[in-house]
């Protein structure tokens, strides 16, 4: 899919184009891209213009909604299939996304970018080929991506996920020139995909399943001893759990997950708000 290159608004960004208007600016500062760069929009009565293209000031927009120029009208980002899909706007300029109003990752304590370098931090990807099982976003693949990884295989089964990419500016694009050809991002299913790939191929894994209601076989011992087959010895894995379920059941998935490493091969211990593996 081609990458949107139009402006992305806020509500709190629409509100300050029409506050500078009204009091006679003849430009406004600021992102216009969720904060990845700065730059200034020239303000007319009835319209404002930014990189050469003219855009009508939009009526009051969403709370807690990116929008985007669809051709006609700012519109949210945001899908409904099933379940609704949207991007939602962070303090920290990179967005989270929500399905069905559930936060996809955790940006309460720092940017969702800055989360996901911490846990690629763990399996040191420079150099490596790694494997990326669940993209959502692709945070974890742009920051293996900049820590010089040599290639990253990554897969993404939500149709809708990869379309949020598409319009997410802090999302990688496989085509772009600093991605150099070494993501190859797939939509498809990772827990059918994994028989295709090699044994000892992959030399650093990152999973970040949805929760365990949602995508129980993810968490299978099934699916362990095939991550244990595709990583090399030595290799290591973050594995993302958080800890669903441990207020109200007293469940502990992580030292559940450890267990199912344990016994497909890995040598397992609790890192960050999840499990760090390796390959023994």
């Not at 930014?50 to 909604?65: I, M």
């Not at 827990?191 to 970040?208: E, P, Q, R």
Request: net charge neutral; charged share 25%.
């Amino acid at each position: 899919m081609t990458h949107y290159s139009g402006p992305l608004l806020t509500r709190a960004d629409a509100d300050a184009l029409v506050v500078a208007r009204d009091a006679g600016a003849a430009a406004w500062s600021g992102s216009l891209d969720l904060g990845r760069s700065s730059g200034e929009a020239r303000l007319e009565p009835g319209a404002w213009v930014w990189r050469d293209a003219r855009y009508p000031y939009p009526a009051r927009l969403k709370d807690r909604t990116v929008h985007y120029w669809d051709g006609e009208d700012f519109a949210p980002v945001q899908r409904y299939a099933g379940s609704l899909i949207k991007l939602v706007p962070t303090e920290w300029g990179a967005p989270t996304f929500e399905i069905d109003g559930i936060k996809m990752l955790p940006t309460s304590k720092a940017s969702p970018v800055d989360d996901a370098k911490r846990k690629v931090a763990l399996v040191a990807p420079r150099g490596k080929v790694v494997l990326d099982t669940c993209g959502g976003l692709g945070y974890f693949a742009a920051c293996c991506l900049a820590e010089g990884a040599a290639r990253i295989v990554s897969f993404e089964k939500n149709e809708d996920v990869l379309w949020l990419r598409t319009l997410n500016p802090w999302s990688p694009d496989p085509d772009s020139p600093e991605a150099g050809g070494r993501l190859q991002l797939t939509h498809g299913d990772v827990s059918k995909a994994i028989a295709t790939i090699g044994d000892a191929s992959v030399d650093a894994l990152l999973h970040d399943p949805p929760r365990f209601g949602i995508a129980g076989e993810l968490y299978s011992q099934a699916f362990y001893d095939q991550l244990a087959r595709v990583l090399r010895r030595g290799g290591r894995m973050f594995h993302y759990t958080g800890a669903p379920n441990r207020l109200t059941s007293g469940r502990d998935v992580p030292r559940e997950v450890a267990k199912r490493l344990e016994k497909a091969g890995f040598k397992a211990e609790p890192a960050l708000d999840g499990v760090l593996a390796l390959r023994r």
